[in-house]
């Protein structure tokens, strides 16, 4: 296991392996007690809004970052998470009136989240035993870096990852991403389709265009398949991005928040990265002829 947090209350290892990431925590609560544990996420659909989090939290330090110098503007804007929280006592409890406390994301024994206190930001990394003693670590960019790197390394070894983007009566959206690209199941009463993005071209253009909606950046609509059989993603005037699926003259349109395109971007990177593996062949087959001609 490497060190990925460490301050004089105590440290927190990770290790990465077997399609999952393993936690281990050493430390004090603020009350002097020892705290020590072991947690482990081995969910694909948990992984990955723990890398999203942690790739929301690192844009979320660049905006306050940019921010330092400019007066008028508000620590709130343009943040993907809404939860908030009472105090330190509740933190691992059901959300209560508002405070300067957000959350990020809660998991088993751990949870990310931010407090805002006259302009500025900090991050904690909070974790509970099953004593629930509670212990926390004030976060700094190079940590939350190292933890993005140890959850991006544990979700990239799984052969695919599968995910619910919406499931209602009136339509159902689910995503798979593999070595073949991106997948969506759509399913809405009248009809079901398929819409595939698996050149390499399309992927990078997918990514560019979550990565600029998250930034805020200027987009242009990006579309994919035919006419009749269409997948495209748009950003409105608000912000808003919508995925949209025509099928034969008819559309079905969802709305993405942000950590949903974070998760996105992710999975573009995720597939990128599949697609320029090295094609498998059986060992020991010789080359034709052709081929041996040539060489």
Known sequence: MNTLIANQYGRVQGEAGGCGLTLCVTAQTPRRESVELQTRVESIEQQLHLLAILRAVERRIEQFQLRDGKAGESADQQSPFDETVCGEDDLFRSNGAASKNKIYGRFSQF???????????????????????????????????????????ALFSCEQVDL????ELSVSVALNVSSHGLRFDVQTPLWRS????????????????????????????????????QLGLRRRNDGQVLAEFEHD????????????????????????????????FAAGNPLPPETATAA
């Not at 931010?114 to 302009?119: L, M, N, W």
């Not at 050149?199 to 035919?226: H, M, W, Y």
């Open 249 to 280: 003259g008819a559309m079905e349109r969802i709305a993405l928040s942000t950590l949903q395109l974070y998760e996105l971007e992710i999975l573009t990177q995720y597939a990128l990265h599949r697609a320029f593996e090295p094609s498998s």
């Open 164 to 167: 619910l983007l919406r499931d």
């Open 111 to 153: 949870l990310v989240y931010e407090q805002v206190d006259q302009g500025r930001l900090r991050v904690f990394f909070a974790v509970r035993d099953e004593a629930k003693r509670v212990a926390r670590f004030d976060l700094h960019p190079g940590e939350v870096q190292a933890m993005h790197s140890l959850a991006r390394r």
């Open 194 to 229: 398929e819409f595939v993005i698996s050149k390499a071209n399309d992927l990078a253009t997918l990514a560019v265009f979550t990565r600029r909606a998250i930034n805020q950046e200027k987009t242009i609509p990006i579309r994919f398949g035919s006419e009749e059989h």
